[in-house]
């Protein structure tokens, strides 16, 4: 066997398979409970986990990924040529055609990420969270053991007490968080201030006598630096603390090397933060917490009630007035320019497509004539359609499309290599299958109630913090990219996105990164996460692609 994670129950499997355990390993229950009744026992596993077994007597290879997609694994395959890895980067050291996936490339432009099991490069392919993998005389099989989809109880649902599931909900999170405390190493959690990462660390704290590790940083740029809450935060829990406060020069010292550690093109500014609060961590501690997973599970994102409106909107006009305020909005400076945008949104799919405006994202018509197609083809609107055919409501829909793929293509995807990066294991108690389950069932009114988003995880947060820290605006983890761009990072557009490397490449419209270019340069802001996406990638391809891998 071959594994990567943790499987956190293993001491329940030993004495549900009456395995006499010889170690105090996880691998060792594994691979014994495997052996006794073969990959049914993926479903009683409790963990975050890539793992590959061989089968000596039937000669099989059985891969396998966790339910949420935490730990990262890759392939490919061609004829009877087959190859694994956590990491594309591993299996781009072997001797095979490197080609763009086109598909690929679309839909990263749209959403910042490569969704999916497909990957930037044709013939590669990442094995889907929940299932596993069987590879046998040169030939592959993929099959599903788990469905998120499979575990949401029909609707209408009978009413609950709120303090009764209130109860229920610290209880669950309290044990996930229990079980990820197993470890033989320093342990400790990220404390933004927000109401995720402080719901861990009050239960975290509550079950130890002394003050655990907790670790925040700050940037010294204003309406970037939410430091001063965790602070706040971790005095009345009593933790350990320590936070860092990072100057646009220390930060900015690592944006070139950033694509070393993403091995697929990768927009989300927040690498940045995400990396240097795990090189934070690591000088302390070798396994910390998170608390990704609960805005997705509560409904703890801006755009839940932009949709709403937009859609309203949509409803009630055919069209004609939208495009009056959208020409409006355009004459009216770079501030409402890019606010007229949601005014100029394809009806169909309308979700998608707001969802990669929000992100700053490139639109189809734009990923079009940015790539030279005469029609493009988004793979994550095939998502969503799924998704929208179900009967739930529209924020039940956009929380089960974040839990399925913002949460594990982009979130999960980014912490886990800015982690490992670091040599640091990250633990999420959000997403214990147990929790994740019991959350999303909730009615909707435990999620979002009077306008107030994450409105059980308040309630319970309450319990341990006072209300002006519980009821406070979110802020998110980004870096201000923007803002560096336009200074100290001017440099990255010249380099990446200078004319003669676009077309020698022969990828782009020369004419449409110019436009954007120049755009920016000239005040509108608005195209940051655009131009960002665009030297993510050159750097990607000119360290995978061009042979500067080191």
Same mark, same amino acid.
């Given at each position: 066997?071959?594994?990567?994670?943790?499987?956190?129950?293993?001491?329940?499997?030993?004495?549900?398979?009456?395995?006499?355990?010889?170690?105090?390993?996880?691998?060792?229950?594994?691979?014994?409970?495997?052996?006794?009744?073969?990959?049914?026992?993926?479903?009683?596993?409790?963990?975050?986990?890539?793992?590959?077994?061989?089968?000596?007597?039937?000669?099989?290879?059985?891969?396998?990924?966790?339910?949420?997609?935490?730990?990262?694994?890759?392939?490919?395959?061609?004829?009877?040529?087959?190859?694994?890895?956590?990491?594309?980067?591993?299996?781009?050291?072997?001797?095979?055609?490197?080609?763009?996936?086109?598909?690929?490339?679309?839909?990263?432009?749209?959403?910042?990420?490569?969704?999916?099991?497909?990957?930037?490069?044709?013939?590669?392919?990442?094995?889907?969270?929940?299932?596993?993998?069987?590879?046998?005389?040169?030939?592959?099989?993929?099959?599903?053991?788990?469905?998120?989809?499979?575990?949401?109880?029909?609707?209408?649902?009978?009413?609950?007490?709120?303090?009764? $599931?209130?109860?229920?909900?610290?209880?669950?999170?309290?044990?996930?968080?229990?079980?990820?405390?197993?470890?033989?190493?320093?342990?400790?959690?990220?404390?933004?201030?927000?109401?995720?990462?402080?719901? *861990?660390?009050?239960?975290f704290q509550k079950q130890n006598v002394n003050p655990v590790n907790t670790f925040t940083i700050g940037f010294?740029?204003?309406?970037?630096?939410?430091?001063?809450?965790?602070?706040?935060?971790?005095?009345?829990?009593?933790?350990?603390?320590?936070?860092?406060?990072?100057?646009?020069?220390?930060?900015?010292?690592?944006?070139?090397?950033?694509?070393?550690?993403?091995?697929?093109?990768?927009?989300?500014?927040?690498? *940045?933060?995400?990396?240097?609060?795990?090189?934070?961590?690591?000088?302390?501690?070798? $396994?910390?917490?998170?608390?990704?997973?609960?805005?997705?599970?509560?409904?703890?994102?801006?755009?839940?009630?932009?949709?709403?409106?937009?859609?309203?909107?949509?409803?009630?006009?055919?069209?004609?007035?939208?495009?009056?305020?959208?020409?409006?909005?355009?004459?009216?400076?770079?501030?409402?320019?890019?606010?007229?945008?949601?005014?100029?949104?394809?009806?169909?799919?309308?979700?998608?497509?707001?969802?990669?405006?929000?992100?700053?994202?490139?639109?189809?018509?734009?990923?079009?004539?940015?790539?030279?197609?005469?029609?493009?083809?988004?793979?994550?609107?095939?998502?969503?359609?799924?998704?929208?055919?179900?009967?739930?409501?529209?924020?039940?829909? *956009?929380?089960?499309?974040?839990?399925?793929?913002?949460?594990?293509?982009?979130?999960?995807?980014?912490?886990?290599?800015?982690?490992?990066?670091?040599?640091?294991?990250?633990?999420?108690?959000?997403?214990?299958?147990?929790?994740?389950?019991?959350?999303?069932?909730?009615?909707?009114?435990?999620?979002?109630?009077?306008?107030?988003?994450?409105?059980?995880?308040?309630?319970?947060?309450?319990?341990?913090?006072?209300?002006?820290?519980?009821?406070?605006?979110?802020?998110?983890?980004?870096?201000?990219?923007?803002?560096?761009?336009?200074?100290?990072?001017?440099?990255?557009?010249?380099?990446?996105?200078?004319?003669?490397?676009?077309?020698?490449?022969?990828?782009?419209?020369?004419?449409?990164?110019?436009?954007?270019?120049?755009?920016?340069?000239?005040?509108?802001?608005?195209?940051?996460?655009?131009?960002?996406?665009? *030297?993510?990638?050159?750097?990607?391809?000119?360290?995978?692609?061009?042979?500067?891998?080191?």
């Amino acid at each position: 066997m071959i594994f990567n994670g943790e499987v956190y129950n293993y001491k329940e499997l030993a004495v549900k398979y009456n395995i006499q355990t010889r170690t105090t390993s996880d691998s060792e229950v594994i691979l014994e409970a495997f052996a006794k009744v073969g990959i049914a026992c993926v479903n009683d596993f409790n963990g975050m986990f890539s793992l590959a077994i061989w089968d000596k007597e039937d000669k099989k290879l059985f891969i396998i990924r966790d339910r949420f997609g935490v730990k990262p694994l890759v392939y490919y395959h061609k004829d009877s040529d087959f190859a694994f890895a956590s990491e594309l980067k591993a299996l781009l050291q072997l001797p095979i055609e490197k080609k763009i996936n086109m598909a690929a490339l679309q839909d990263y432009f749209f959403l910042e990420y490569v969704p999916n099991s497909q990957s930037i490069l044709e013939g590669f392919q990442k094995l889907p969270n929940g299932h596993y993998l069987i590879a046998e005389k040169g030939k592959i099989e993929v099959k599903s053991y788990y469905k998120f989809t499979e575990k949401i109880i029909a609707r209408p649902l009978a009413p609950r007490n709120e303090k009764d $599931v209130l109860d229920e909900f610290e209880e669950l999170l309290a044990s996930s968080v229990k079980y990820r405390q197993i470890s033989d190493v320093p342990i400790g959690a990220f404390l933004s201030g927000g109401t995720d990462s402080s719901l *861990i660390c009050a239960l975290f704290q509550k079950q130890n006598v002394n003050p655990v590790n907790t670790f925040t940083i700050g940037f010294d740029v204003k309406g970037y630096d939410e430091s001063g809450y965790a602070s706040q935060v971790a005095k009345i829990l009593k933790t350990n603390h320590s936070e860092t406060h990072l100057s646009d020069k220390s930060s900015i010292a690592i944006v070139d090397k950033i694509v070393d550690f993403y091995d697929e093109p990768f927009a989300a500014p927040s690498t *940045i933060p995400s990396y240097l609060v795990c090189n934070v961590a690591r000088k302390n501690v070798t $396994v910390a917490m998170s608390g990704d997973g609960g805005d997705e599970l509560f409904m703890g994102y801006g755009y839940y009630d932009v949709y709403r409106k937009v859609k309203t909107l949509y409803r009630m006009d055919l069209g004609v007035g939208r495009h009056l305020v959208h020409s409006l909005f355009k004459m009216r400076g770079p501030r409402y320019e890019r606010a007229s945008r949601l005014f100029d949104l394809p009806s169909k799919d309308l979700f998608a497509h707001l969802w990669s405006e929000q992100q700053y994202m490139f639109s189809e018509k734009e990923i079009g004539s940015l790539l030279n197609l005469s029609s493009t083809d988004l793979s994550i609107k095939d998502n969503w359609r799924k998704i929208e055919g179900m009967n739930l409501s529209d924020f039940e829909k *956009i929380s089960l499309f974040d839990i399925d793929q913002y949460l594990t293509h982009n979130l999960l995807y980014k912490m886990d290599a800015a982690s490992m990066a670091n040599s640091l294991e990250v633990r999420n108690p959000y997403l214990d299958y147990r929790v994740m389950e019991f959350c999303y069932n909730l009615p909707q009114e435990f999620k979002i109630k009077n306008g107030t988003p994450k409105y059980l995880m308040k309630k319970l947060l309450q319990r341990y913090l006072p209300d002006e820290l519980v009821y406070r605006r979110k802020w998110g983890f980004p870096a201000p990219i923007g803002n560096w761009l336009t200074r100290e990072l001017s440099y990255m557009i010249d380099k990446w996105l200078d004319p003669q490397r676009i077309k020698s490449q022969g990828l782009f419209n020369e004419k449409q990164v110019a436009h954007y270019v120049t755009a920016f340069r000239n005040g509108k802001n608005f195209h940051d996460k655009r131009i960002w996406s665009l *030297i993510f990638f050159q750097m990607w391809h000119y360290k995978y692609l061009e042979g500067n891998v080191d």
